[in-house]
């Protein structure tokens, strides 16, 4: 009977440690919201594509989070997202198909990108440190605007 009630304490502390840890690992997580706007219609969908330090922008992100387009713009939420340092970009998926579309090697759709970066002849391609953000309690928005080329 002794042995019992020392397991049944110790399952009861190992559940209060787990659950404890569990809440100390939702502090340092939270919501980025991204308001993106300066589309040109409300057509197909508008599609965020995170990245961390190690990953290849833009081709392989770390997170990719769609929402609808209204009155030309979107809200995209990421739920759950451990604070640090991240890079964004938006993309005008206007056929739905969750990638960037290419055309002759160049973005067939329009794109947006974090800290008002653009992709011009001179600007080279996107990279982690050209387009990185801090994502903290007290910065949980970006703004990210579609960029369109005449």
């Not at 209060?16 to 993106?36: P, S």
């Not at 330090?53 to 081709?59: E, G, H, Q």
């Not at 055309?103 to 001179?122: D, K, M, R, V």
């Amino acid at each position: 009977m002794q042995i019992y009630r020392i397991n049944k304490s110790l399952l009861l502390l190992s559940l209060c440690l787990f659950a404890g840890n569990a809440i100390a690992q939702n502090k340092d997580t939270g919501t980025l919201r991204v308001f993106a706007g300066n589309f040109n219609n409300n057509i197909g969908k508008a599609m965020v594509q995170l990245y961390r330090i190690d990953d290849k922008v833009p081709d392989n992100p770390f997170v990719r989070v769609s929402s609808v387009i209204q009155n030309k713009s979107a809200v995209i939420d990421i739920h759950g997202l451990p604070y640090g340092d991240y890079a964004a970009l938006l993309v005008h998926d206007e056929n739905s198909n969750n990638k960037i579309d290419h055309s002759y090697g160049l973005p067939a759709e329009q794109l947006g990108y974090t800290n008002n970066w653009e992709l011009g002849l001179f600007t080279g391609m996107p990279s982690f440190t050209k387009l990185k953000f801090h994502f903290a309690p007290s910065q949980t928005t970006q703004k990210i605007l579609i960029t369109y080329k005449d």
